[in-house]
């Protein structure tokens, strides 16, 4: 038996990855899908979400957060998990979530025994995630117009998951859940707000700590969101960082969301 924690990324909560934790659990492993502060059943709205006029311009009641806050917290789970003589935790980290992951992994390298990016950001050499969304592969991703507010102003990447027109709401599944049948349900589950210091920070990945701890890379060959030539070039930065650890890839015929779409694919990948 391993123990899988399933870190969720930009938006989403521990809810959206009950399906691959039921995989994992299913293959006799024990998986737990935490909700970052903000997310899920820890989510905090700005004022006015979602039917009062001129919310998307309110404060983010998440603007507050750090990038150490996200991974001392994720930090406090490992370490709750943490026996001596039994095997280390994987990290399971989807989309921005990669980003909580990684520094958790610099800060603590010895709780994490191996680090799983799901179609993830993995900030390396151009230091914060945002910078990776200024390159030349970024440019094939969809969603532009789904941001709203400023988010100098608001102190968030901010959506809004129960907007009723039907374009955004198109926009919304063909970027981030592309392919699902029940891609409205899960829309409908997520948050407003991404604390923009995911983008904003730079996880400082090391060779001598996040670098000594393995990591595998699943691919996500549809993906709207992060162009598979965005995740190439993560995958390639990182190898360059701690070429002693380097990736073991693998691709998937899946979009953004392909912890939802190919759970059991996932499964047997990680712990069949």
Do not use: K
């Amino acid at each position: 038996m391993r123990t899988f924690v399933l870190v969720h990324g930009a938006w989403h909560g521990a809810g959206h990855l009950c399906g691959l934790a039921r995989e994992l659990t299913c293959r006799g492993h024990r998986a737990i899908a935490v909700d970052l502060p903000g997310h899920g059943t820890r989510a905090r709205f700005p004022s006015g979400y979602p039917d009062r006029p001129g919310w998307p311009d309110a404060p983010s009641p998440l603007a507050g957060l750090t990038l150490d806050d996200l991974a001392s917290d994720l930090l406090g789970l490992l370490r709750g998990l943490d026996r001596p003589g039994e095997e280390r935790p994987v990290v399971v980290a989807h989309s921005i979530g990669g980003v909580v992951a990684t520094r958790a992994a610099e800060l603590a390298p010895g709780l994490v025994g191996e680090l799983v990016y799901l179609a993830a950001f993995v900030p390396t050499v151009l230091g914060a995630a945002g910078a990776y969304l200024a390159t030349p592969e970024a440019t094939a991703a969809s969603g532009a117009s789904l941001y709203l507010g400023d988010p100098a102003a608001t102190g968030a990447v901010r959506i809004d998951p129960r907007r009723a027109d039907p374009g955004y709401r198109r926009e919304l599944r063909e970027t981030y859940l592309t392919g699902l049948d029940d891609a409205d349900a899960l829309a409908h589950a997520l948050t407003p707000d991404q604390p923009l210091c995911l983008l904003g920070t730079d996880p400082a990945a090391t060779a001598g700590r996040w670098g000594s701890v393995p990591r595998r890379y699943l691919r996500a060959a549809r993906d709207r969101a992060l162009p598979p030539g965005l995740q190439d070039l993560m995958i390639s930065h990182a190898d360059a960082t701690a070429p002693a650890t380097a990736f073991r890839t693998d691709t998937l015929d899946a979009g953004h969301a392909l912890f939802a779409s190919h759970p059991a694919a996932i499964a047997d990948l990680l712990g069949g």
